[in-house]
């Protein structure tokens, strides 16, 4: 042991130097006579031997340090595993370091018999388990004394586009698409005016267009166009809507707009003029809407002015 002691690299340690540290001299052992004796490491965690003291070997018993010495006697350091003290023998110092090396194979050895690890590589049958516990009934399911409300989140960008108008242009209330005259009739008084006119009325429907009606007769249904329809007809005049010029969208399916043709011919004098007025006029309208494809709609009227035929009083020759 006193070769090990010798091989650690201390700094030395002078019986000068050690007598002048007063702080080390209370804790001088006694006696090396004594068989066991329980001393506590100073200040700076050091435990200094007495002159001529050697140390035999070192054990560890519990968290105590214990120092044996060469004739036989004990010196037991209280918690020295745990804080492993600075020893200082003849001088020469032993690191805490150094001392716990020392202390490597004394450590508290497992109970005897097989590894019971995995440490074996499972070469050894660890045996069979512990016989198996009765399993309990699982809990039932517990209700929450607050009813959970489950955070629905809207995503702005998500929302379907805002609803889009429907607009009709062309058909002006102010104004009548078709103006006719009776005395442009075969029997009219002066041949002058018109017996037939023709115009347009276009839609724009963002949404898709799903139908269009006049006068309550569908010229449009489904998205797809009915006609040419005469939508009206009562012996007087007639009006028809002739034809279509549909918009489709990028889908090239969806009819998003279209514009529609019509004609409106004056067929017979009307008896539904003032009496004794001179030369008035007679208005009728025929109502126009349209519907998207999600129930949005417009509405507006194609409306006709007929002129009443006055007779002329001519000079007898």
């Known amino acids: 042991m006193n070769e090990e002691l010798g091989a650690f690299e201390g700094d ?3 019986a000068d130097e050690g007598s002048s540290q007063a702080s080390l001299a209370s804790l001088q052992l006694q006696s090396s006579r ?5 001393t506590q490491a100073a200040a700076g965690n050091v435990v200094v031997l007495n002159e001529g003291q050697t140390i035999e070997r070192l054990e560890a018993d519990g968290p105590d340090l214990v120092i044996v010495l060469t004739d036989g006697s004990r010196i037991v350091v209280p918690d020295g595993i745990i ?19 020392l202390l490597v194979g004394n450590e508290p050895e497992p109970a ?5 690890s995995s440490g074996g ?21 517990t209700e929450l004394p607050v009813r959970l409300e489950l955070e629905e989140e809207v995503i702005p960008a998500l929302l379907p586009d805002d ?14 698409e078709a103006v006719l005259d009776e005395g442009a009739l075969a029997n009219g008084s002066d041949g002058i005016g018109s017996l037939n006119e023709g115009g347009t009325f276009s839609v724009d429907v963002p949404d898709g267009l799903a139908s269009v009606q006049v006068n309550g007769v569908n010229v449009v249904a489904g998205g797809a166009f009915a006609g040419p329809v005469e939508i009206a007809n009562n012996g007087i005049f007639s009006v028809t809507i002739t034809g279509w010029t549909p918009v489709f969208a990028a889908n090239g399916t969806t009819v998003i707009g279209a514009t529609f043709d019509y004609s409106v011919t004056l067929l017979d004098n009307t008896t539904a003029h003032p009496a004794a007025a001179g030369e008035n006029s007679v208005f009728d309208s025929f109502a126009v809407v349209v519907t998207d494809t999600d129930g949005s709609d417009a509405n507006a009227s194609l409306d006709v002015r007929i002129i009443d035929d006055v007779p002329l009083a001519n000079a007898d020759t």
Do not use: C, K, M, R
Request: proline share 13%; no cysteine.
């Open 83 to 101: 804080l492993v003290p600075q020893i200082i023998v003849d001088g020469t110092p032993i690191p805490p370091a150094n001392v716990a090396a």
């Open 34 to 38: 004594q068989a066991t004796q329980l």
């Open 163 to 176: 609803d889009d108008e429907v607009t009709i242009f062309g058909l002006d209330n102010d104004t009548p």
């Open 121 to 141: 590589n499972f070469a050894v049958d660890p045996g069979d388990i512990q016989a198996a516990f009765d399993l309990g009934d699982l809990l039932p399911y």
């Open 12 to 14: 030395s340690y002078s």
């Open 112 to 116: 005897a018999g097989p590894n019971p």
